[in-house]
């Protein structure tokens, strides 16, 4: 290691961990080589080793197996198995309730729009590769009527004919069906589906204090219309993500440029709509819609 070397913690018998750190701030290097020394023997079920990042993110290498660790000199040592990578951090921490994603859920950069979705789906209405185009012929099978009741999961063809997240207020579940369900289980909830570890939609009630303890700024990204959220938190004021105004789906996109949509976790009172974020240049609110509209959607994470 450049001008250091990592520290080792104190091996004892009966150990089965040891931790190698970096010194004097110093971080391991990529494409640098760097050696533990072992008493020789041999590790009946192989071993694992995981490397941390400073910001708490981890990815570990798991070798099975019966391994043997023999005497090593200068012309050969045993080295750990390839294709240990970290998992990029994608997240922002506002000093807020939770951590916000840095980009939507089938984007891949903060301006970019991704992907559309109802309320409660965890897939688009259209194909692959055709958020952004409106001609018929991309709607999946049992989608052609686009973001629309009849194509809704959770109903029978209907705003009055719900299957799940219905109470017996408002008469709207299918021959009286209630479930008394108002937020989202994880198995209809998209980020967890797509994203996977503890990442979920927002609930209304995170909007609202993104909204509290943020300052909102209208500009453009990458040439790319919408919000830069910047944190008004002590000690994470230099800190942001940028909300695109991706607008919505129906049958084509509407508002684009000019307004943005976001699904809450939570359904709203006893009617067929859920909680949602709206903005257009001039306002950020929080509003509700019908659950069959496509809205984008900004995962969070604790």
């Known amino acids: 290691m450049e001008n250091s070397r990592p520290k080792v913690t104190g091996v004892t018998n009966g150990s089965t961990e040891i931790t190698m750190t970096p010194t004097d701030s110093v971080c391991f290097k990529v494409g640098k080589y760097y050696y533990m020394v072992l008493i020789p023997q041999t590790l009946d079920d192989g071993y694992s080793l995981t490397m941390v990042t400073s910001e708490g993110s981890s990815a570990t290498c798991v070798v099975t197996g019966e391994k043997e660790f023999s005497r090593s000199n200068a012309r050969g040592k045993l080295l750990a198995d390839k294709g240990l990578s970290f998992p990029e951090i994608i997240y922002v921490d506002l000093g807020l309730s939770v951590k916000w994603a840095k980009y939507n859920i089938g984007a891949t950069s ?127 004021t230099d800190r942001s993500i940028f ?40 306002s950020v609110s929080r509003n509700h819609h019908d659950r069959f509209d496509g809205f984008s959607v900004r995962p969070v994470c604790p």
């Open 243 to 282: 909300l695109p105004a991706a607008g919505k789906r129906y049958s084509t996109i509407f508002d684009a440029t000019y307004c943005g949509y976001y699904w809450s976790r939570s359904r709203y009172t006893e009617s067929p709509l859920a909680n949602s974020l709206d903005f257009t240049s001039k």
């Open 110 to 236: 903060p301006e970019e729009y991704g992907d559309f979705y109802a309320w409660g789906e965890i897939e688009p209405y259209y194909k692959a590769g055709y958020a952004r185009e409106n001609p018929q012929a991309h709607w999946k099978d049992g989608k052609t009527s686009g973001y629309a009741w009849p194509s809704y999961k959770w109903c029978n063809g209907e705003a009055g004919s719900l299957t799940k997240y219905c109470s017996p207020g408002g008469n709207y579940g299918y021959n009286g069906f209630y479930d008394y369900v108002t937020t989202l289980e994880m198995s209809d909830d998209v980020a967890r589906q797509k994203w996977g570890g503890s990442w979920r939609l927002p609930s209304s009630s995170e909007f609202q204090d993104l909204i509290d303890n943020c300052t909102w700024t209208w500009t453009t990204l990458n040439g790319i219309n919408g919000y830069r959220v910047t944190s008004n938190i002590s000690g994470y």
